[in-house]
């Protein structure tokens, strides 16, 4: 996020029109020449260069002529355009400029005008707003037009301003791509076919405000400066993906302590402690360069105008910068780095060159980089390392559980000369070239990457795609992912008018979300730091299910659909766990990976002194998990109304775990108690009677009752199948009902008060002030067994059974636990869950203020780093949180029976929201704007 | 060891001395010139070609002649000599020679004849011995001469036998170079001047039997076959060093699943689980081959005659075979890998390349490999790296502690253009070159090695010497190496004749030894593992005290000096962990690292279910390893004398351990109890009254006391400050003198049986039949806490005491627990410190055949890996006691206080022991024949 520091213009179609004197002025010529020349004739003209247009009016009348005489004719042609456009006056000027620039003054923002043309300043005097410039360029200035960056990095320069600061506003296609180029935001005037690859497209600027612009900059996360101690957080949110594997951001030609990580879905390796893990794959980023001997990197000086951003929009990764090696020496360095969605196994950079200043000798290396790790922990044994004149292949092994994963990349179809580089473990290809000063080329690395969980033969499947992609322009490549990008965005964008950075937050947290979600696999899942991050090794928690999944359900049901369908494959694991534990049906783990067994680690190092060791309770014991996945099911149901998988996936394991729950729970003199527990605030564990535990084991048996009754009118046989596999006797049933009508829950009528487990109020009082301007999380604090011994919480225990069952409670007790809980809860430093989920409960309690404060810790958690533990990947249900706190909360959405109703409660500033989500198949649209909070249905 | 199944025998100068008819040949032929030439100038011929020698003659006349008239006198002279040696008859055969030959073929061992001479087959004809050869092998087989190994080799192939099973009987030193060169063990015949290099120099045959020329193999462990399955035994056992750093024998070229290591004395980092290990060093062994486009890989067939051997008698590592590329093409490759002990920074390998057929393109490559890792584990972080056409270097960093390492490589003064390699991680240099058919050429990989524990500036100093190497021949490296090497085997080596298995195995043992023991560094130690693998991560154990350090105390006191002041340094750490525990004075680490803090892991992965965590007790309550300082530091008093050491390094040790132990014993009803300690049969814990701790802990504090009066006679001011320091008052060292008198032993006067501890006769007894043929420990066929309930032995515990103190057992006693706990000590696959200590005790009992039985089993724990856990490193303790069961149990070496006696009692097959040691600074030999039992002091 980055707040932008000026507006550059293009000048003409954009801020005023000079067609019509560049028609006069042709028309003049073709008069003086004999050739007749209408305005019929000048509509074939438009963006077309000089020397093309004066040949088309010569061909009117079937002439050619000598190169000296059409430099005179043009000459001639541009004088007559310069005495015409002394006409030109602040007339002139387009609709709705005027207004925009003193605006964009008005809010201390720098103007520049960047127009090809020599004749701009004379212009823009006539236009009579030079005064309000700030800078004007104009194509003299650079030896390179458009769509080269040259004019828009020299107007920046000029500006005093960091291109990544600048947004451009342009007509023309050449126009955006030379701002993209120079890492820009870009503002497209005109129809979409031609400027659609702007960030923002709009016909032209009558009634355009300051803010209009700076919507542009919301499909963007930008890094102004490179900065190594920020490189774990950056790595993060750059992370990109598509489904199938995650690459941080980290950069190609790799920094010491870098946490460089490309982690594919489902290749789990045995690791100590966290019993399984995802190994980190190969590094297929990996480029270096050497220009006239000298290896670059930017830990050196002579760096300038650095600028990097995720493309929200298509997943690009884009770097650019000038390097200046010395005195009489410059480069400048373009990357685009890709992971194809629409063909989940191609990766690819892209490299330009262009040599600014001098005349350069370079040295390209391009490598799959086998010698990569996981914390100081090796994964992978290398099986078979190859490289020739064009191709280079490296297949590797998980030490432990034998997966394999194959590489195998070219260096597209560039002219240069390339061989073989077989360094041990990492083969690549090299490539020597020169550059005369003012010549560029580019390499674009393409890679292919299969592992043995999709083939038999990953490095022939890898070998052949990569021989593919070598025959696939890159920009063809680009056009298929933006393509598969768009149609995702155009299901699942949430528009926030009002807050550009709750824009950009939620937008890349929709990314991330996207990039993390398995496309053609369903026996994997999202994992609680996606693909981004060694946090929690690739294990699947409660996250997913309560926090994630809402997202896909509402707008992707496919992708839900896939992640649902992982715990129908690992139901085998719930079913060994429930058995180990001395029950029957399944019980899930609480954290889970290949095979759904319980892979929460027992023992981890103290966070103080790591030679002692901290039991771990999470895996034996916080078992709401179970009951998490039969909701996500029901939900998913309750919005697709997909009956086959309600049927044949989701109530099997409904009912199933339902038997697990009928054995856990434990009777007491008529009641039935679940002890022993740990509940979603995690700071105490070993507590009885958890609410939300058992608040959840209720719905879920009543759930289950009403599932089978819905199966025996609607799959007879499905009823019949299941009754007897799970024994579901009557008197199952009745125990079920007879649990659901007498749990324990501790809710004292009287005041409304819920007590979070038994003996939570008798519990010790923080005294809060003490901590008040702390940086540490309150267990860090008050030691382990000090926060269990107080009442504070991890994050929302109670309160957020009133964000999952809105119904089940009235407004006093939703009431009287907000104002008990919410101030005892650790929010900044407790568990990345709570704040989005907090959000959402203010908004239940009409606070959309409190809950914004909370919406923006959450917003913050990846993008500004505010936990301080961003490197370790992204915090998924933090992201999926954003989702749920807009749509369930500020626009307050609730499914009906049939359609489903808004309850908008925007923060004040917020000017729009629009969603989309699709019921039972049909995509409904919400759009509710503050002056007129009216919602408008499909 | 391999068993020698050939003996090869040079004619001329061995078995026949044609010296007299090749000077009447010459007589004649000068006579027929017309040129003086007498016996006093034939001397002058000896060893001379032939061509030469014709010059010398013509030479005496002031001739010179042409090629061709050269050649015409060559052929006449040989014609003389042929029709001279026509003359030869069985009585030519030289003193000695027709016994050994009937010996040899007695025995089964094949016989040949490998001889320059072409005539040879005429000469062995009339010596009449044609009948007892099995092969018959002249310079015309082969086109390269000694000491290229071409004839030999030729005559194994011939033989049918691997030339690693061959002895070369030789009167020059060309072939006992050409013998060595092929990967045989040599015998050499005639002056050490001249023979020196062979294994085994004997004056001539005259009454040499087939044992003498057998003998020769025992200063080599030879591997006949490459089998990657063997690979970390034999990357364990083929460990080279030199007191800096172990480098496991894991091969040049690298094999998948290889143990590859370089361990550096002191270049700890933090690790999981066991806190400190030592990081594995860079692979400065690493050298690649291609041959025309092919790389060298043993795995792929073509690979013959292969042979590796260590060579004990200098730590070099060898390697030699043939590679038949294909039909047409074959390539010898020799490697020789050094790690100088003259100067320990220096490392070398090697390679020699001869194109035995066809022509050959080459390419090497040399690097100096980066990518190492621990068990999976790393601990490096790459801080620079550079090559250039020269040298290549490249320094890291530990991850955690921050040490440095440095290692700079060049290759040697070659011939061939060189190039940089600038593989990331792993810099080296690369040569491609052809090699005619017949031609051959070789590269010296040559590398310092420095550690920031030397030098602030490691990788300067590494570049400096690494330049300096490149200006030193191999060839000197490998003089300088052999002197220091000769000068230790001078002191320390140990002679048994009539057992070449036991033999070879100890010479071994002292070897390994030798390389693990700090050789300028008194800040660290030898570890359970010495340099050699990764078992036990470095760590240093009661082993070094006990078992390993009376080898050096006795042969080497200034190495064990070093080790003794690596407990003085790490006395601190003692001091830390007496007070962690709640006592005074100090407490050493059952393992100790750097600083001498306790580093037993606390929790390791149980061996049979790793999910599991199993509690290890030796770090809180093996506590003996105290006292077993202080005996080793009271021993090296003893042997060496030094006064100045015990003043000021061992008397604060031992007294200040000694506060611990007056703080740790308990008053229970007037007498003193240790409770709940582990003693050295680790299977049993938490037990009380240890016999052998308690013992140790009454000789220390009586050894304390005396420790206190010496000070106070010899040192009174020392006396004073430590008296003050620790508090040594009258009352505490009546306490101290309480102890000792009432300390508990469990010692029944009557039976004489010492119980092992409260209890131990009480537990179950095992029903041993059914474990006779069991190859796994009893810990796991009982389990862990099964082992603890019966009476089962790990190791040695009461017996060990009769080894340490034999003098304070009466025979009753010593005779009655060895037949009670002897039966039951589980030898095979219990402590890797049993066996020697068992052959000692066995000694003892006068049971020297039952003692050997035990020896064995020590003996080839390592080179016949009997255990199965070779692959870990060396075990150090059991090497160690290997010496002291030969010196002080086969052998019976006592000191007393002036001189020392001999008890030998040699298995009966041993025909003669002897060794060296110092006493007093002054050095005795010991010998002792089986038929002449006699001691022969210096």
């Given at each position: 996020m980055i707040t932008p520091e000026a507006i550059i213009f293009d000048l003409d179609g954009v801020l005023t029109d000079t067609a019509e004197y560049h028609f006069l002025a042709w028309k003049q010529l073709a008069d003086e020449l004999g050739i007749p020349f209408g305005r019929k004739d000048n509509e074939q003209l438009r963006g077309i260069p000089r020397r093309r247009s004066l040949d088309y009016i010569l061909a009117l009348d079937g002439r050619s002529i000598s190169n000296a005489e059409a430099e005179e004719l043009m000459t001639r042609k541009n004088n007559h355009y310069r005495t015409l456009i002394k006409q030109v006056s602040t007339k002139d000027l387009l609709p709705g400029v005027a207004t925009l620039l003193a605006e964009i003054k008005q809010a201390g923002l720098k103007v520049a005008i960047a127009s090809a043309s020599k004749n701009s300043p004379q212009v823009l005097n006539q236009l009579g707003i030079c005064d309000q410039l700030d800078a004007l360029a104009h194509g003299g200035s650079v030896v390179r037009q458009k769509p080269h960056p040259d004019l828009f990095l020299h107007t920046a320069r000029e500006l005093g301003v960091p291109s990544a600061h600048c947004i451009v506003v342009e007509d023309a296609a050449a126009g955006i791509d030379a701002a993209h180029a120079a890492g820009m935001t870009a503002v497209g005037i005109g129809p979409a076919e031609r400027v659609g690859a702007a960030e923002v497209v709009l016909p032209n600027l009558d009634g355009v405000s300051l803010a209009d612009l700076l919507s542009a900059t919301t499909w963007r996360v930008v890094e102004p400066h490179f900065d190594p101690a920020k490189q774990h957080h950056r790595e993060t949110i750059f992370t990109i993906g598509n489904g199938f594997l995650g690459t941080r951001g980290s950069l190609e030609e790799r920094y010491p302590g870098d946490r460089q990580a490309t982690l594919v879905h489902g290749l789990y390796d045995k690791a100590p402690v966290v019993f399984t893990t995802l190994a980190n794959a190969p590094d297929w980023t990996s480029l270096e360069i050497w220009i006239n001997g000298r290896r670059f990197d930017m830990t050196q000086p002579g760096i300038r105008d650095y600028v990097r951003w995720l493309d929200l929009r298509d997943g690009t990764l884009n770097r650019r910068l000038v390097w200046e090696i010395d005195a009489e020496t410059a480069v400048e360095l373009r990357w685009t780095r890709l992971t194809n969605l629409a063909h989940q196994h191609?990766?690819?950079?892209?490299?330009?060159?262009?040599?600014?200043?001098?005349?350069?000798?370079?040295?390209?290396?391009?490598?799959?980089?086998?010698?990569?790790?996981?914390?100081?922990?090796?994964?992978?044994?290398?099986?078979?390392?190859?490289?020739?004149?064009?191709?280079?292949?490296?297949?590797?092994?998980?030490?432990?559980?034998?997966?394999?994963?194959?590489?195998?990349?070219?260096?597209?179809?560039?002219?240069?000369?390339?061989?073989?580089?077989?360094?041990?473990?990492?083969?690549?290809?090299?490539?020597?070239?020169?550059?005369?000063?003012?010549?560029?080329?580019?390499?674009?690395?393409?890679?292919?990457?299969?592992?043995?969980?999709?083939?038999?033969?990953?490095?022939?499947?890898?070998?052949?795609?990569?021989?593919?992609?070598?025959?696939?322009?890159?920009?063809?490549?680009?056009?298929?992912?933006?393509?598969?990008?768009?149609?995702?965005?155009?299901?699942?964008?949430?528009?926030?008018?009002?807050?550009?950075?709750?824009?950009?937050?939620?937008?890349?947290?929709?990314?991330?979300?996207?990039?993390?979600?398995?496309?053609?696999?369903?026996?994997?899942?999202?994992?609680?730091?996606?693909?981004?991050?060694?946090?929690?090794?690739?294990?699947?928690?409660?996250?997913?299910?309560?926090?994630?999944?809402?997202?896909?359900?509402?707008?992707?049901?496919?992708?839900?659909?896939?992640?649902?369908?992982?715990?129908?494959?690992?139901?085998?694991?719930?079913?060994?766990?429930?058995?180990?534990?001395?029950?029957?049906?399944?019980?899930?783990?609480?954290?889970?990976?290949?095979?759904?067994?319980?892979?929460?680690?027992?023992?981890?190092?103290?966070?103080?002194?790591?030679?002692?060791?901290?039991?771990?309770?999470?895996?034996?014991?916080?078992?709401?998990?179970?009951?998490?996945?039969?909701?996500?099911?029901?939900?998913?149901?309750?919005?697709?109304?997909?009956?086959?998988?309600?049927?044949?996936?989701?109530?099997?394991?409904?009912?199933?775990?339902?038997?697990?729950?009928?054995?856990?729970?434990?009777?007491?003199?008529?009641?039935?108690?679940?002890?022993?527990?740990?509940?979603?605030?995690?700071?105490?564990?070993?507590?009885?009677?958890?609410?939300?535990?058992?608040?959840?084991?209720?719905?879920?048996?009543?759930?289950?009752?009403?599932?089978?009754?819905?199966?025996?009118?609607?799959?007879?046989?499905?009823?019949?199948?299941?009754?007897?596999?799970?024994?579901?006797?009557?008197?199952?049933?009745?125990?079920?009902?007879?649990?659901?009508?007498?749990?324990?829950?501790?809710?004292?009528?009287?005041?409304?008060?819920?007590?979070?487990?038994?003996?939570?109020?008798?519990?010790?009082?923080?005294?809060?002030?003490?901590?008040?301007?702390?940086?540490?999380?309150?267990?860090?604090?008050?030691?382990?067994?000090?926060?269990?011994?107080?009442?504070?919480?991890?994050?929302?225990?109670?309160?957020?059974?009133?964000?999952?069952?809105?119904?089940?409670?009235?407004?006093?007790?939703?009431?009287?636990?907000?104002?008990?809980?919410?101030?005892?809860?650790?929010?900044?430093?407790?568990?990345?869950?709570?704040?989005?989920?907090?959000?959402?409960?203010?908004?239940?309690?009409?606070?959309?203020?409190?809950?914004?404060?909370?919406?923006?810790?959450?917003?913050?958690?990846?993008?500004?780093?505010?936990?301080?533990?961003?490197?370790?990947?992204?915090?998924?249900?933090?992201?999926?949180?954003?989702?749920?706190?807009v749509v369930f909360g500020f626009a307050g959405l609730r499914l009906a029976e049939e359609g489903h109703t808004i309850n908008p409660r925007l923060p004040a500033h917020w000017q729009r929201v629009s969603f989309k989500f699709y019921r039972q198949g049909k995509q409904q649209i919400v759009n509710i704007s503050a002056d007129q909070p009216i919602l408008a249905a499909s």
């Amino acid at each position: 996020m980055i707040t932008p520091e000026a507006i550059i213009f293009d000048l003409d179609g954009v801020l005023t029109d000079t067609a019509e004197y560049h028609f006069l002025a042709w028309k003049q010529l073709a008069d003086e020449l004999g050739i007749p020349f209408g305005r019929k004739d000048n509509e074939q003209l438009r963006g077309i260069p000089r020397r093309r247009s004066l040949d088309y009016i010569l061909a009117l009348d079937g002439r050619s002529i000598s190169n000296a005489e059409a430099e005179e004719l043009m000459t001639r042609k541009n004088n007559h355009y310069r005495t015409l456009i002394k006409q030109v006056s602040t007339k002139d000027l387009l609709p709705g400029v005027a207004t925009l620039l003193a605006e964009i003054k008005q809010a201390g923002l720098k103007v520049a005008i960047a127009s090809a043309s020599k004749n701009s300043p004379q212009v823009l005097n006539q236009l009579g707003i030079c005064d309000q410039l700030d800078a004007l360029a104009h194509g003299g200035s650079v030896v390179r037009q458009k769509p080269h960056p040259d004019l828009f990095l020299h107007t920046a320069r000029e500006l005093g301003v960091p291109s990544a600061h600048c947004i451009v506003v342009e007509d023309a296609a050449a126009g955006i791509d030379a701002a993209h180029a120079a890492g820009m935001t870009a503002v497209g005037i005109g129809p979409a076919e031609r400027v659609g690859a702007a960030e923002v497209v709009l016909p032209n600027l009558d009634g355009v405000s300051l803010a209009d612009l700076l919507s542009a900059t919301t499909w963007r996360v930008v890094e102004p400066h490179f900065d190594p101690a920020k490189q774990h957080h950056r790595e993060t949110i750059f992370t990109i993906g598509n489904g199938f594997l995650g690459t941080r951001g980290s950069l190609e030609e790799r920094y010491p302590g870098d946490r460089q990580a490309t982690l594919v879905h489902g290749l789990y390796d045995k690791a100590p402690v966290v019993f399984t893990t995802l190994a980190n794959a190969p590094d297929w980023t990996s480029l270096e360069i050497w220009i006239n001997g000298r290896r670059f990197d930017m830990t050196q000086p002579g760096i300038r105008d650095y600028v990097r951003w995720l493309d929200l929009r298509d997943g690009t990764l884009n770097r650019r910068l000038v390097w200046e090696i010395d005195a009489e020496t410059a480069v400048e360095l373009r990357w685009t780095r890709l992971t194809n969605l629409a063909h989940q196994h191609d990766v690819a950079v892209q490299l330009s060159i262009t040599a600014v200043k001098n005349n350069l000798t370079c040295r390209l290396r391009a490598r799959l980089d086998g010698h990569v790790e996981n914390h100081g922990n090796l994964h992978w044994h290398t099986m078979q390392e190859e490289s020739d004149h064009a191709q280079a292949s490296l297949l590797l092994q998980t030490r432990h559980t034998k997966k394999q994963l194959a590489l195998s990349m070219n260096l597209g179809m560039t002219s240069a000369k390339v061989r073989p580089c077989d360094c041990p473990g990492t083969p690549g290809l090299e490539s020597d070239f020169t550059l005369d000063e003012g010549q560029w080329t580019s390499f674009q690395k393409m890679i292919a990457i299969y592992s043995s969980r999709e083939t038999n033969e990953p490095l022939a499947a890898a070998r052949k795609r990569s021989y593919e992609l070598l025959g696939l322009p890159f920009e063809k490549l680009l056009a298929q992912n933006r393509a598969a990008w768009d149609a995702f965005w155009q299901d699942s964008d949430v528009i926030i008018e009002g807050d550009d950075e709750a824009q950009i937050a939620l937008r890349h947290a929709l990314f991330q979300l996207r990039i993390a979600a398995p496309t053609h696999d369903d026996t994997v899942s999202i994992s609680a730091k996606t693909l981004s991050g060694f946090g929690y090794s690739g294990h699947v928690f409660w996250d997913n299910e309560i926090f994630v999944l809402p997202f896909f359900t509402y707008t992707q049901p496919q992708l839900a659909k896939n992640m649902l369908l992982y715990r129908h494959h690992t139901l085998p694991g719930a079913r060994r766990k429930a058995a180990k534990n001395g029950y029957g049906g399944a019980q899930y783990a609480w954290e889970s990976a290949e095979t759904g067994d319980e892979v929460t680690p027992t023992w981890v190092p103290h966070f103080s002194d790591p030679t002692q060791l901290v039991r771990i309770w999470t895996g034996d014991i916080q078992i709401h998990i179970s009951a998490d996945i039969a909701y996500a099911l029901k939900q998913f149901w309750q919005v697709t109304g997909d009956d086959d998988f309600w049927r044949d996936v989701a109530a099997p394991i409904v009912l199933e775990t339902a038997v697990f729950w009928g054995d856990r729970a434990e009777y007491e003199d008529g009641r039935f108690a679940v002890r022993d527990v740990i509940g979603p605030d995690e700071y105490h564990d070993h507590v009885d009677n958890n609410a939300f535990t058992n608040f959840i084991l209720r719905w879920h048996l009543q759930t289950a009752q009403e599932t089978l009754r819905w199966l025996q009118i609607h799959a007879p046989q499905q009823a019949d199948t299941l009754t007897q596999a799970l024994d579901l006797s009557d008197e199952r049933l009745a125990h079920w009902q007879n649990i659901a009508d007498n749990i324990i829950f501790l809710h004292d009528k009287e005041s409304g008060l819920i007590e979070q487990f038994e003996g939570f109020f008798q519990r010790k009082k923080v005294d809060w002030p003490k901590y008040a301007n702390t940086e540490k999380s309150m267990q860090v604090l008050l030691g382990i067994e000090g926060a269990n011994k107080h009442q504070v919480l991890k994050q929302a225990d109670v309160i957020a059974l009133f964000c999952l069952f809105p119904n089940a409670f009235d407004a006093k007790t939703q009431q009287a636990n907000w104002d008990y809980y919410e101030p005892i809860t650790d929010h900044v430093y407790g568990s990345s869950l709570g704040p989005s989920m907090h959000a959402w409960a203010a908004c239940l309690m009409n606070q959309p203020e409190l809950g914004y404060e909370h919406f923006m810790r959450a917003a913050r958690a990846d993008l500004l780093n505010v936990r301080g533990n961003a490197g370790d990947g992204i915090h998924a249900a933090s992201a999926g949180g954003l989702w749920q706190a807009v749509v369930f909360g500020f626009a307050g959405l609730r499914l009906a029976e049939e359609g489903h109703t808004i309850n908008p409660r925007l923060p004040a500033h917020w000017q729009r929201v629009s969603f989309k989500f699709y019921r039972q198949g049909k995509q409904q649209i919400v759009n509710i704007s503050a002056d007129q909070p009216i919602l408008a249905a499909s």
